[in-house]
């Protein structure tokens, strides 16, 4: 049932918190002065309502109302325990996508350093990486062709980043590049937890005719600090969420959307 529906009737806390997730998860964010009109209750109440909901992780608190739930900087290795079966399939999906001849991006993430397992062994294309676990992975590959980006090292999330690895990304032409996700929301955008991995993506995004999101369904609809860009720029989604309510807004994006 819809909130408006029973918005005389939202008299209970864990109710209106529960309609407030639900429109939050349709909307995109809300306002308190929304809420309050929605729901005939005073402004101060609703902000007690977000305040709770923020200190429990549900939302992200911002001036005036909510946005979805911030995502949490989780470094390399313990995000290598984490999902590990959806990254499986989202890995295999992407493997499956590169083709002989291509000159393919491929960034840091622990799903994208899975697509290593996945790689035909005949495929021939050249791989472009920032990740040294990935170029260590590939090592062994009878025909892979393996370009590693030389960089600034960042450690928590085993990728370089930094000028060096930015001019050359934008020395290339990319056929595919697929894009490690941190956080992904249809409106906030394609965010990350350091600014220098931004600038990075951003490249790479610019440098590639396709540009492929991979993520799984904890990351959707949440944000971090420092925006790559819009949704939009990405091409397809590669996930393992199903839920129409959660894919179709990147649909109405123009994003092709596979779903593992």
Do not use: W
């Not at 393996?146 to 934008?170: D, H, P, Q, W």
């Amino acid at each position: 049932m819809k909130p408006e529906a029973e918005a005389g009737q939202i008299a209970l806390k864990e109710e209106r918190h529960q309609y407030i997730l639900e429109l939050l998860g349709s909307e995109r964010r809300v306002l308190a002065a929304d809420l309050s009109s929605r729901y005939r209750v005073s402004e101060d109440t609703i902000r007690r309502d977000l305040r709770e909901l923020a200190s429990s992780g549900k939302i992200q608190r911002v001036h005036g109302g909510a946005l979805p739930r911030r995502a949490e900087a989780v470094p390399f290795v313990s995000r290598q325990q984490i999902d590990m079966e959806s990254k499986i399939g989202i890995a295999r999906a992407a493997a499956d996508m590169i083709r002989d001849g291509q000159v393919v991006l491929i960034d840091g993430g622990t799903t994208n350093l899975r697509i290593a397992s996945y790689l035909s062994r005949e495929c021939s294309a050249t791989i472009v990486t920032n990740s040294p676990p990935l170029a260590l992975a590939l090592a062994d590959h009878p025909k892979l062709s393996v370009l590693m980006l030389g960089g600034n090292f960042l450690k928590e999330a085993r990728v370089t980043t930094g000028i060096e690895t930015i001019r050359r990304v934008e020395s290339i032409r990319a056929d595919l590049c697929f894009l490690g996700m941190c956080s992904l929301h249809p409106e906030v955008g394609i965010t990350v937890g350091d600014q220098e991995e931004a600038y990075v993506k951003q490249a790479m995004i610019g440098a590639s005719t396709e540009v492929v999101g991979l993520i799984s369904l904890g990351k959707m609809g949440t944000s971090l600090p420092y925006l790559v860009g819009p949704a939009s720029r990405l091409t397809r989604l590669i996930t393992d969420a199903s839920d129409e309510d959660v894919l179709n807004p990147y649909r109405s994006l123009g994003i092709e959307v596979t779903s593992t």
